[in-house]
C-alpha cells in the first residue's frame, strides 16, 4: 500500500511580463499572488492583460515530500479567482524544463471565490512526471477574456492566489518478523516495527 504525499509550489519569482493589473508593479502582483491569502488580490484593469513566465518554487524551503517520493503520480495548477460581474475564460499556459504544456481554458463566472484546476499527469514531453518535471514550472502565459466575447469594465477577473499541487507517493517497504524458533504471544497491545 502506497504512501501518498501532496505538496504546494507558490510563484517564487516576478512575471518577465506583466501589463492589464493592479497591481501593476511585477513585485506587488507576485506578493498577491503567491501569499496564501484571499484578501491580497491581482486584478484585471484592462480587456487586454496578460503575464509571462511566472516561476514556481522547486522544493518548498527544501522540505517538500515529492522530492524524495518514488513517483510523481500528477500535478495540478489551480488559480483562486471570482469575476467582477461577467463570467471570464482564463487562457492558460503552463511550462516545465522540457518545454510547454499544451494550452487549456478554466472558466468562471463566479463572484465568490473558488479555485479552478486542471490536472497533469505526464510532464510537456509526454513523459512520465518525475522530480525533475517540478523543476522550472512556470505560467508560460496566462491572459482572462470576458466570456462570449464581453468587454469593458463589468468583465474582470479577480485574482487571490496561484499555485501548484504536487501529488507524490511512495511504497511502504514489507516489513518481516522471523523466529529461529518459538511464538509471539500477543494478549493485547501491538507490535511496531521501525
Known amino acids: 500500500m502506497p504512501i501518498t504525499f501532496t505538496d504546494i509550489l507558490r510563484p517564487n519569482g516576478e ?15 507576485l506578493s498577491a499572488v503567491s501569499d496564501n ?14 503575464f509571462n513566465e511566472l516561476p514556481f518554487e522547486d522544493n518548498p524551503s527544501g522540505t517538500a515530500s ?4 518514488e513517483s510523481i503520480d500528477q500535478i495540478d495548477f489551480n488559480v483562486t479567482c471570482r469575476c467582477f460581474r461577467g ?3 482564463l487562457d492558460v499556459v503552463l511550462a516545465d524544463n522540457a518545454g510547454n504544456y499544451g494550452g487549456f481554458v478554466l472558466s468562471t463566472a463566479d463572484l465568490d471565490f473558488q479555485t479552478l484546476t486542471k490536472s497533469f499527469t505526464v510532464n510537456s514531453a509526454g513523459d512520465p512526471l518525475s522530480t525533475a518535471s517540478i523543476k522550472n514550472l512556470n505560467v508560460s502565459s496566462f491572459s482572462a477574456i ?8 463589468a468583465f ?7 499555485f501548484i499541487t504536487v501529488h507524490s507517493s511512495s511504497v511502504i517497504p514489507t516489513r518481516i518478523i522471523r523466529l529461529a524458533s518459538g511464538a509471539i504471544t500477543l ?8
Open 37 to 50: 491569502n484571499t484578501a491580497t488580490v491581482a486584478t484585471t484593469t484592462a480587456d487586454e492583460n496578460r
Open 66 to 69: 515529492f522530492a524524495s517520493a
Open 146 to 153: 470576458g466570456q462570449d466575447g464581453g468587454e469593458g469594465p
Open 87 to 89: 463570467g471570464m475564460n
Open 15 to 29: 512575471p518577465s511580463f506583466l501589463t492589464g493589473y493592479d497591481p501593476s508593479d511585477a513585485t506587488d502582483f
Open 187 to 194: 494478549d493485547s497491545g501491538k507490535i511496531t516495527v521501525q
Open 156 to 162: 474582470r477577473l479577480i485574482i487571490a492566489e496561484i
